[in-house]
């Protein structure tokens, strides 16, 4: 009933789009383009087997930002060139990392440094030691106690098994489900929440610098999947000036499990640790975010439809589906609609991100630098506060560009294929996404759903009031074994899936383009 309910009033909403019009000979070569000629998986390889992770701010993401100028340019592509960001900090690499349990019993442990956290000098041994450091008071009741050890600072985790496959797509029922509203307000932040991420950050610096001043040896935490998975982040501090603590790892949850029963037996557990990480400069340094464009060539080619993906990954695999697969899909849109001849009325604009994973970092300052922000909080511990959690924005001051993008089409849920698209509560958009959706009814992507979806680099365009849109994906096994993980590898990736997504985002993006208007904009609240 929900969906009916959904399906009506958009049925009404959309009478004024009945006539909705778009180019079918172009969608037809955009289709012939992307399913005969792809080089979508090429473009995958390079980032991925080729270049390697790319964290940001490392070396490999300054050699990606290299490479994809130089495949825009040869491509045909106007105006390509990067964009400096700051507050990104020092580039930090890792090459190489062991552990070893050489008693009770000889065994090797599979465990992965957290990134922008030291490494050690050469192997280095002692005693595990289960503790907790959660608070002041954890800090001063194990001052001089510690001296020498590797400290596991997690409970043991009891294996549960996964009671449904690891690889999903979407089948009828999970689309219908994407077609409800929920009506539940979730939007605004839970004070409690709130509370203890202000409490983790003061208490990160100094646990830092307690676990140096005490001696310890390394820390290790659980790996928050089962099956061998390694799920690593960051830790220590990507700033200059900033403590960044002793070396810290996580462990696969059942090596881990392993040794915390021994401690449990109060065996004494000898372990062995080498790990090759270093910082590559004591200075913060800049980022950059890489933008091309296709020109746009009528009377309204000063305003830009947007396109993009972030192109930082994390360390421990290749970055592959989080997000080499989004970035291989954008650059191959753009390619498509260059092989076409595409001649677009507005500006067509791709850009790679830097500094996603650190917290839209890259997109935020783009949007910051061109389309609009908010000024800043008066209040310090509101000032403080990372933007997403601030209560009251304030006013948002518009830039050059506010009134110019059209909209911004996002990428970053792994590599399957696109179901649809999220209308982030955009009414007025939905009939005329359902209208571009149905030249692709045969491959997959059947629904538009006014849900909103957040986290990824869509945020920072709809968060000023610019159109910004997400793709609904197949999941994949993207959120059982690949995010953030070792296993983020090109073998996780769905060649045919790439060449679907890449053939949808180049029409959505072409008709955004040759539309008279721009695309409509939802009410914009300021608070």
Excluded: C
Excluded at 301 to 326: I, Q
Aim: proline share 5%; net charge neutral.
């Amino acid at each position: 009933m929900k969906r009916w309910v959904l399906v009506t009033a958009l049925l009404v909403a959309g009478a004024a789009h009945a006539q909705e019009k778009f180019d079918l000979d172009m969608i037809a070569k955009i289709r012939q383009e992307a399913f005969a000629r792809s080089q979508v998986m090429k473009t995958l390889d390079h980032l991925t087997d080729v270049i390697g992770p790319r964290l940001t701010n490392s070396p490999s993401m300054l050699e990606a930002n290299r490479w994809t100028r130089s495949k825009f340019s040869e491509w045909g592509m106007a105006n390509v060139h990067d964009e400096a960001i700051d507050d990104l900090g020092r580039s930090w690499v890792f090459t190489d990392a062991s552990m070893d349990m050489l008693s009770p019993r000889a065994m090797p442990l599979h465990a992965l440094p957290k990134a922008w956290t030291p490494g050690t000098t050469g192997p280095v041994e002692g005693e595990a030691m289960f503790v907790k450091l959660e608070s002041k008071d954890d800090l001063a009741k194990w001052k001089g106690k510690l001296k020498g050890k590797i400290l596991f600072t997690d409970d043991l985790r009891a294996y549960k098994p996964n009671e449904k496959s690891d690889f999903q797509r979407h089948d009828h029922d999970s689309l219908e489900e994407l077609l409800s509203y929920p009506l539940a307000d979730d939007r605004k932040m839970d004070p409690a929440m709130i509370a203890r991420f202000r409490s983790r950050m003061e208490l990160a610096p100094l646990i830092n610098q307690y676990l140096i001043d005490e001696g310890v040896l390394a820390t290790v935490s659980i790996s928050s999947w089962n099956d061998g998975i390694v799920r690593v982040m960051g830790g220590g501090s990507r700033k200059a000036g900033e403590s960044v603590g002793v070396p810290s790892l996580v462990m696969m949850a059942e090596h881990y499990n392993t040794v915390m029963r021994a401690l449990e037996r109060k065996e004494p557990v000898k372990l062995r640790l080498a790990v090759d990480a270093k910082f590559l400069s004591d200075n913060n340094q800049t980022g950059y975010n890489t933008l091309a464009e296709i020109p746009g060539n009528g009377p309204q080619k000063d305003e830009v439809v947007m396109l993009g993906a972030h192109m930082d990954s994390w360390h421990t695999g290749a970055g592959a589906n989080d997000n080499g697969a989004g970035v291989a899909v954008m650059m191959e849109a753009m390619r498509i609609l260059k092989a076409v001849g595409a001649k677009p009325n507005r500006t067509i604009r791709v850009a790679l991100w830097t500094g996603e994973e650190q917290g839209l970092i890259g997109s935020q300052e783009y949007v910051k630098q061109h389309i609009g922000k908010f000024e800043e909080p008066k209040d310090p511990e509101q000032k403080a506060m990372p933007a997403f959690f601030r209560q009251h924005k304030g006013k948002l001051i518009r830039g050059q560009d506010y009134g110019k993008v059209s909209a911004y089409f996002n990428l970053d849920n792994g590599s399957g294929k696109i179901r649809g698209i999220y209308a982030q509560e955009n009414l007025a958009v939905a009939p005329i996404f359902a209208e571009w959706m149905k030249p692709w009814n045969d491959v997959g992507a059947t629904i538009v759903t006014q849900r909103n979806t957040g986290s990824t680099d869509h945020v920072s365009f709809d968060a000023v009031g610019v159109p910004g849109f997400q793709f609904v994906q197949d999941q994949l096994d993207y959120f059982s074994h690949v995010h953030h993980t070792d296993l983020d590898v090109q073998d996780h990736a769905v060649e045919a899936d790439l060449k679907q997504a890449a053939a949808i985002v180049a029409s959505f993006v072409y008709n955004t383009a040759m539309r008279p208007q721009k695309l409509p904009r939802k009410p914009f609240v300021e608070n």
